[in-house]
């Protein structure tokens, strides 16, 4: 039976690497475009240092930390986007790409997001599972059960000969017992 649980699993799990490989790509296109460029610290103006920072460096270092701290390094690459966007040259036909840019920063934010729902249901923190069924049958205590195959009396547990209709001890009918186990307290004695 496929759960939630293991269905958010998986998604979460593709997730995941969606995030991480988008990210190792676009660290891979930042490389290249400062190799490509001839990165020059001397021709640098402030303002560009500042841009700089939250774009790419912030962003590079948001993706990376993400690897291993999903929510954290997520937050990081979109607050620099959002320096960038606040601070940096961002013209109009720089918006789509620094959002494509900075897209691995949202999948590991909903990743984490995900793998916090997930760990709620898991009853990892020992929360009872209202699904699981701890009894072998709806409603028939183990003790019940236990009783039925040491051949006893299912309500009282006393001994009972085979043949016998009723029991010695608490008169319940056994042919009638014996149908009916779900209605057995499983506190009778
Ligand atoms: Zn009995």
């Known amino acids: 039976v496929q759960t939630p649980n293991a269905s958010i699993h998986s998604s979460l799990l593709a997730l995941r690497w969606l995030a991480r490989i988008s990210s190792i790509?676009?660290?891979g296109v930042f490389v290249l475009m400062f190799i490509g460029e001839g990165f020059d610290?001397?021709?640098i103006t402030p303002r560009e240092w500042v841009s700089l920072l939250f774009f790419p460096f912030g962003l590079v270092l948001g993706m990376a930390l993400a690897w291993w701290r999903e929510g954290l390094g997520g937050a990081i690459t979109l607050a620099s986007l959002l320096g960038f966007a606040m601070f940096g040259d961002l013209s109009q036909g720089a918006?789509?790409?620094s959002l494509l840019c900075a897209s691995p920063g949202f999948l590991f934010l909903l990743c984490w997001f995900l793998s916090k729902a997930e760990k709620m249901p898991a009853g990892e923190e020992g929360l009872p599972q209202p699904s699981a069924p701890a009894q072998p049958g709806p409603g028939i205590s183990e003790a019940v059960i236990a009783r039925v195959a040491a051949g006893l009396c299912p309500k009282c547990g006393a001994q009972v000969k085979p043949a016998a209709q009723n029991c010695p001890s608490c008169?319940?009918?056994?042919a009638f017992a014996r149908?009916?186990?779900d209605q057995l307290?499983?506190?009778a004695k």
């Open 25 to 27: 790509l676009l660290i």
């Open 41 to 43: 610290p001397a021709r």
């Open 95 to 97: 918006c789509l790409p």
């Open 171 to 174: 008169r319940i009918n056994l």
């Open 179 to 181: 149908e009916h186990l």
């Open 185 to 187: 307290s499983p506190l």
